[in-house]
């Protein structure tokens, strides 16, 4: 192993990945707090917002699926110094997610009741679950061009700019959401519930995209923007882009009969899962989300450089620093998880499940973050096939199959949904492991690279 070089990139990766890390600190704080929040009202509106989020991934996939195809295009003409290309690709998948972003407005004010209420949620639950999803689906436009216009900037190498407009909206957020949601009387503002909860979210949605424009359209950032006119950009931006898309939306669509599972367990089940996995998001997805970026940059721009071999040494190098990370605060987790569980909430059965789920999550933390790693690497060599068929694997076969067979059909109830998502972790790992180590992502690269005029690599 050669120690020296492990260490030079993992350098630059911390670099990248820092501001990626302390963004996303803020930003799974946010949603942190809005479980917390609402936790004080009462468990039907922790319940609520976990449901209506379900339905409020989806343009979190299509955005961030676009997103990994423009940082994908945007860190290796970066690396091959073709600005006119990248600026082309950004502006593109800036206005596709704005345009895909308007359906979701419709669906949140027609479809939002009968959407929470097919999960088999109670009226009050449906109630408040689909006003929450109103509120959210309205401002989905502008998720989409925030999402995508941050990965834009991530590509160039610049992942401080995303981070100073996303901690100042996740803190805008925070503060709405503690103001608008109790309310504050000496500012005369009401409270508002879960509609305050909704509404602050949606204010800093508007924020971001607003800002993140801004700063492409300026001298601010590297990046620019440019009237589109390339069909070959537009159209690797849709081959990069579309897999990564479906496997959001599966991951996405696979939750909504898993917490339909978990519900019929019991609504402290369902809650504890939804505690549980937000306290391991909170302690370790800004890691894995800034090790999946930062992958993304140093793997594509490295190809952009013309060197492939430099491109999976960096790659396997990013995934060891995760296991070194996020492997190690897992197993933290796991002991401390009764504490996390009481900022949440003193229900017995749902403190209960929530330390379980979150012992799991933490045991299991290894796995998570070497598929998150070597997806970002794969993404960053525009091969995002392998992560799908990861996730698609995983989520099906195991999460939901798994849990169906072991929680339903043998009665193992929430244990039956342990297992299952231990197994999904370890295989969605394995298959892009092994992607990456056997596969001909650099030649892929190589020849989209060509193909759109970019000088890189030789396959």
Known sequence: ??????????????????????????????????????????????????????????????????????????????????????????????????????????????????????????????????????????????????????????????????????????????????????????????????????????????????????????????????????????KQLVIVSAPKIAEGMASTVAEFPFNAILLGFGEPVNAGFQIGRRMYQQVTGPLSRGYNVAASVVVGQRLGEGDPGGARFEGWAVAGLGIATVGVIGLGLVFAADAFVSLFTEDPETVEFAVEFAQVYGLTATGLVVFSVLSGSLQGASETRIPFLARVTGVFVFQLGLTYLLGVVLGWEALGAYVAIAASFLWMASIVASGFHFSGWADRAAGMMAERGTDGIES
């Open 1 to 234: 192993m050669d120690w020296p070089r492990v260490r030079s990139v993992w350098k630059r990766v911390l670099s990248l990945a820092w501001p990626v890390m302390a963004e996303q600190t803020f930003r799974t704080l946010m949603r942190t707090v809005d479980v917390v929040i609402t936790a004080t009202f009462n468990p039907a509106s922790v319940v609520a917002i976990g449901l209506a989020d379900l339905y409020a991934r989806l343009p979190l996939r299509i955005g961030l699926g676009l997103g990994g195809g423009t940082i994908a295009l945007s860190s290796q003409d970066t690396g091959a110094a073709a600005e006119a290309n990248r600026d082309e690709a950004i502006t593109q998948g800036v206005l596709l997610g704005l345009l895909l972003g308007i359906p979701f407005i419709i669906f949140g004010f027609v479809l939002g009741e009968p959407a929470i209420r097919l999960l088999g949620a109670s009226d009050q639950v449906v109630e408040l679950g689909s006003t929450y999803l109103a509120i959210i689906f309205a401002t989905a436009p502008a998720r989409h061009v925030a999402l995508i216009a941050a990965r834009s900037l991530q590509g160039t190498g610049d992942t401080r700019t995303p981070m100073y407009i996303n901690v100042v909206a996740n803190a805008m957020n925070i503060l709405g959401s503690l103001g608008f949601g109790l309310g504050f009387a000496p500012l005369g503002l009401p409270r508002l519930g879960v509609v305050g909860v909704g509404a602050a979210t949606a204010i800093a949605n508007v924020f971001t995209a607003t800002m993140l424009c801004l700063a492409i359209a300026t001298d601010w950032s590297e990046a620019s923007f440019a009237w589109p006119q390339d069909l070959v950009i537009a």
